[in-house]
């Protein structure tokens, strides 16, 4: 049995978009939505459709690493391509979806100046920024036919297309009566992923959170790689492994909804501070909640929990820990004190080795596992400098990616 459905998969990367800001709920799926009913009325494939529902319901993704909701939403000429600039990287450089990715470029762009571009599939972005706009419009109560026929804006093709399946207002209608969301879940029924792909969305994810600030790039997979990395020491099977990899891929989602300044905030966080910060675990957990099998639920939203009963959210105690809970939870810890953080410098191995047994002396965390990190540490930081070393690579090329098409003369010539 998976650990994860497809389905399922799809809806954790929805609901996680869902909780960057609430004017942006459902967003996504509403402009996949209006995708798919014009493809339907244009006859596009069926292989295309699913594709673009996907492009299109992950086309903010980018607005984790941004603060540009504001921008996003309106719609004044006011700059909003560092959202598109990273949702193109998240998902060409990080996802399955690579294929058409450079649409999400696109998705804020003029059809008049997209036609200038070399975008891999015009009608694709045209698309998108066509039914973002509408949901944007529809949202802010404005009048449609003044968005819809602004020189320039649209392909002219598509307008007439939505006008016409729109002429009783019924797409409209279904978005307001939420009865789109019906047809939306059949369509994910219908998507068939496969191990990699399941992996590839959820890392995709994951790692896309951990980049919003420099701080916890390498958090996740530093903790992945220390949890897996125990597991094997205490010779736990492939499913139990691939549980652990889950959880520990997972942990942290819930810091996609905790504002920058507070992840990256210089010294000690204040009590509002700190009980935002908290959240991050129970966001986790109401994310996964019924999308994930219990025992890996547990692993990713107990990993600050301690086994005196002092940590949170839950005060759980050391009877109800288990020692995937456990590893999840030291190895987490681990990350933390071997990374560079806002408030703190790199912890070297011995120090953070100090620092565990400490923990362990004083019943926070499990002393067997902290014995066995001590005891294997070397063979277990040659994997985790390994994994490091590529996310490194993987960030700094973004930035640079990032760098490249920002400085491209179309992008700071075009107003939106
Ligand atoms: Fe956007
Ligand atoms: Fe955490
Ligand atoms: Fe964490």
Redesign the pocket.
């Known amino acids: 049995m998976n650990i994860i459905k497809d389905q399922d998969v799809i809806i954790i990367l929805k609901t996680m978009l869902n909780r960057l800001d609430d004017r942006l709920v459902d967003h996504g799926e509403r402009v996949a939505y209006l995708c798919l009913e014009l493809m339907r009325y244009m006859n596009v494939s069926e292989e295309e459709y699913l594709h673009v529902a996907k492009l299109a319901l992950l086309h903010d993704i980018g607005a984790y690493k941004t603060e540009e909701v504001d921008a996003l939403l309106s719609f004044e000429s006011e700059d909003v391509w560092e959202h598109a600039i990273y949702g193109y990287l998240f998902l060409t450089k990080m996802s399955p979806l690579k294929k058409n990715a450079d649409c999400v470029l696109y998705h804020h762009m003029s059809y008049e100046r997209l036609m200038e571009t070399d975008c891999s599939n015009k009608k694709i972005a045209a698309l998108i920024h066509l039914c973002d706009r509408i949901d944007v419009s529809i949202k802010r109560g404005a009048s449609l036919p003044s968005i819809l026929h602004q020189e320039g804006q649209f392909d002219p093709i598509q307008v007439k297309a939505f006008e016409e399946l729109n002429h009783d207002n019924r797409l409209i209608q279904r978005l307001e009566n939420k009865s789109y969301q019906d047809k939306m879940n059949d369509l994910y029924q219908t998507i068939y992923l496969g191990e990699d792909e399941r992996k590839g969305y959820l890392e995709m994810l994951a790692y896309s959170i951990d980049f919003r600030s420099e701080f916890t790039v390498l958090?996740t997979i530093t903790?992945t790689a220390i949890a897996i990395e125990l597991g094997k020491q205490y010779q736990l099977s492939s499913e139990e492994l691939d549980k652990l990899f889950y959880a520990a891929l997972l942990?942290?989602i819930g810091k996609g909804a905790i504002p920058i300044s507070i992840l990256e905030k210089q010294g000690k966080l204040n009590d509002e501070e700190t009980k935002w910060m908290q959240r991050h675990v129970s966001i986790t957990e109401e994310i996964l909640n019924g999308y994930i099998q219990t025992d890996v639920l547990h692993m990713a939203a107990r990993?600050h929990e301690k086994l005196d009963g002092s940590g949170y959210p839950h005060q759980l105690t050391d009877k109800e820990l288990t020692l995937g809970d456990r590893i999840v939870a030291i190895a987490?810890i681990l990350?933390?004190l071997l990374g560079k953080r806002s408030y703190k410098e790199k912890f070297s191995i011995t120090k953070a080795i100090s620092i565990i047994e400490e923990m362990a002396e004083n019943e926070k965390i499990d002393r067997e596992i902290v014995r066995v990190f001590a005891d294997h540490h070397e063979d277990i930081m040659i994997q985790v400098e390994q994994n490091t070393k590529k996310m490194n690579q993987l960030y700094g090329d973004m930035l640079e990616h990032y760098q490249e098409l920002k400085t491209m003369y179309w992008m700071n010539s075009v107003k939106v």
């Open positions: 958090h903790t942990h942290d990993h987490d990350s933390a």
